[in-house]
C-alpha cells in the first residue's frame, strides 16, 4: 500500500491535518476516545430506533420468535455442539489473541501487538460498559449450559468479541498477501466464523438476536476505528521514509 505525502498534506481529513501530524499521541488519543464513545453510541441509537416504533413491543416479539423456534428445533446433540463452537467466542478467543499478541511482543513487533491488545481489549471493556449500562437480563429459556451465566446480557459479548477479535487477526492476515483469492478466503472464513458464534449464542438461547445484532453493530464501530488508527501509524513511517512491514 503506497502513500504520497504531498496528498496527504493537502487532505482535510483529521488523521491528514496538520494537528495530527504535530501531534500524533494526542490526536490517537482523541481518535480511540471519540471512536469508543461513538462505537457506544450504536448500541444506544439502535435502543432508541426501537423504542421510536409505534408498537414497541415489535423488537421483543421478534426476539421471542426466533428464540421460540431454536428451543423448539433444538437437541442435545444439538446443544453439545454448538456449546463447544460457542467457545470459540469466550475461553478459546482468549487464548488465541493472548498467543497472536504474546507471538508479536516475541517478535518485538510493538505496532501489531499494539493493534491487537487495544481493538481486543477496547472491545471487551466496551461491551463491559455497555452491559452495565443497558443491564439486560439473559433469557429465561437459555439451555442448562449456560444458565449459570450472571452477567447482564445486552450486547452480546460473544458476538462483539468475535466480531472485533477475528476480525482484526484476519485484517493482519489479509494485509500480509497479495493474491486475492486468498484474501477473499481469508475474509470469508471469518465472517463466516464471527455469524456462527452468534448463531450458537442465539441457539442456546443465552442472547436474544437484537443482543448478538447489537454486538455486531458496536464491534465492528470499534474495529474501524482501530484498523484506522494503526494505518495512521503505518503512514506516518512511510512518510518518514522507514520500513514498514505489513
Same mark, same amino acid.
Given at each position: ?76 446433540? +444439538?446443544? &453439545?455442539?454448538? /456449546? %463447544?463452537? @460457542?467457545?470459540? =467466542? ?5 487464548? !488465541? #489473541? ?77 494485509? +500480509?498477501? &497479495?493474491?486475492? /483469492? %486468498?484474501? @477473499?478466503?481469508? =475474509? ?5 466464523? !464471527? #455469524? ?51
Amino acid at each position: 500500500m503506497q502513500f504520497v505525502a504531498g496528498a496527504h498534506h493537502s487532505s482535510r481529513k483529521p488523521w491528514n491535518s496538520r494537528f495530527a501530524s504535530l501531534h500524533p499521541r494526542v490526536y490517537l488519543a482523541i481518535h480511540y476516545l471519540v471512536g469508543f464513545v461513538a462505537a457506544g453510541a450504536i448500541a444506544w441509537l439502535i435502543v432508541g430506533v426501537a423504542n421510536m416504533v409505534p408498537d414497541k413491543s415489535l423488537i421483543a416479539e421478534i426476539d421471542d420468535a426466533v428464540t421460540n423456534w431454536m428451543t423448539q428445533h433444538g437437541s442435545d446433540g +444439538g446443544d &453439545s455442539m454448538f /456449546s %463447544a463452537i @460457542s467457545l470459540l =467466542g469466550g475461553p478459546l478467543l482468549v487464548v !488465541i #489473541v493472548a498467543t497472536v499478541a504474546g507471538t508479536f511482543a516475541t517478535r518485538r513487533d510493538w505496532r501489531r501487538f499494539a493493534l491487537v491488545a487495544v481493538t481486543c481489549g477496547g472491545g471487551l471493556l466496551l461491551n463491559a460498559v455497555l452491559r452495565e449500562t443497558f443491564r439486560r437480563a439473559h433469557p429465561l429459556d437459555a439451555t442448562a449450559f449456560v444458565t449459570a451465566a450472571q452477567s447482564w446480557n445486552f450486547p452480546s459479548g460473544h458476538a462483539m468479541n468475535a466480531l472485533v477479535c477475528y476480525g482484526v487477526l484476519a485484517y493482519l492476515m489479509i494485509a +500480509g498477501l &497479495s493474491r486475492s /483469492s %486468498a484474501r @477473499s478466503s481469508i =475474509g470469508i472464513a471469518a465472517g463466516g466464523l !464471527i #455469524v456462527l458464534v452468534g448463531f450458537t449464542r442465539i441457539y442456546l438461547g443465552v442472547h436474544f438476536l437484537s443482543d448478538v445484532v447489537t454486538g455486531y453493530a458496536a464491534g465492528a464501530v470499534w474495529l474501524l476505528v482501530c484498523i484506522a488508527a494503526y494505518q495512521f501509524v503505518r503512514m506516518r513511517y512511510v512518510v518518514a521514509g522507514a520500513t514498514v512491514s505489513v
